[in-house]
């Protein structure tokens, strides 16, 4: 059988885009779930000023928390959790996780609200401005969500009240989103889904072109054949993002 009687085959013509297919999905399959990937993210739930008052009232105005004198007190709720495929042990730690606030803010509690799985223990230290979290284990899907009251920062704004500072292997950098963020990407997958439909579609089009190979001109199939290359140049892009 000659490659333009492949090519004119309906069965062959089938074969060829279910193997297409299935190469599709393994690359995204080892891409997302067997490629090594190591992620960190910290999703911002919710900051919220709790008291505020303003200048012009401070000599009239006073506050207190916990025996302690306050000009506003925030809350600020963030969700660290191990977005990769591998576990973050204590000794790739050469720098544990640091949330930095304002140097005028003074942490007066931080809390782990929830945690999954519920047996991760994590040590918090304050210290004026800074919390830090004790190295700890990180597997694959764990997460904690942990709470902040800090009183005396600048007003928080649309800016995040707050910076993350740490060195761990294997990680650059500890990625910091909002909510809203973190909904917009969940969106990332029915998007590739939709990729490889549109590039299969694409494909099964090419081969029944093929089937009228012999009828067409010269210059018809060296379209055919730089549709092809796209086609094949798209589906490396996206398996490799």
Do not use: C
Not at 52 to 74: A, P
Not at 210 to 223: N, V
Request: charged share 20%; aromatic share 8%; glycine share 4%.
């Amino acid at each position: 059988m000659t490659i333009l009687r492949i090519f004119r085959d309906g069965s062959w013509q089938a074969i060829g885009v279910f193997i297409t297919i299935i190469l599709a999905a393994l690359g995204l399959v080892y891409n997302e779930f067997i490629k090594p990937h190591y992620e960190i993210q910290a999703v911002v739930l919710a900051t919220t000023s709790l008291v505020e008052i303003n200048e012009e009232f401070l000599k009239d105005i006073k506050i207190e928390f916990k025996g302690q004198l306050v000009n506003n007190l925030s809350l600020l709720q963030v969700k660290l959790e191990n977005l990769g495929n591998q576990p973050v042990r204590r000794d790739d730690y050469d720098q544990p996780i640091s949330f930095i606030f304002p140097k005028e803010a003074t942490v007066i509690e931080s809390t782990i609200l929830e945690s999954l799985p519920e047996n991760i223990k994590i040590p918090l230290n304050i210290q004026k401005n800074v919390v830090t979290l004790e190295p700890t284990l990180l597997n694959p899907a764990d997460k904690i969500i942990l709470r902040f009251l800090f009183v005396n920062a600048p007003s928080v704004g649309q800016s995040l009240p707050f910076v993350i500072d740490a060195r761990i292997a294997n990680i650059n950098k500890i990625e910091v989103i909002t909510a809203l963020e973190q909904n917009n990407s969940s969106t990332l997958w029915g998007a590739r889904l939709g990729t490889i439909s549109v590039l299969t579609g694409m494909l099964t089009a090419i081969l029944l072109v093929a089937s009228f190979w012999a009828r067409i001109s010269s210059r018809e199939r060296l379209l055919i054949v730089l549709l092809l290359l796209i086609l094949l140049i798209m589906l490396v892009v996206l398996i490799s993002r």
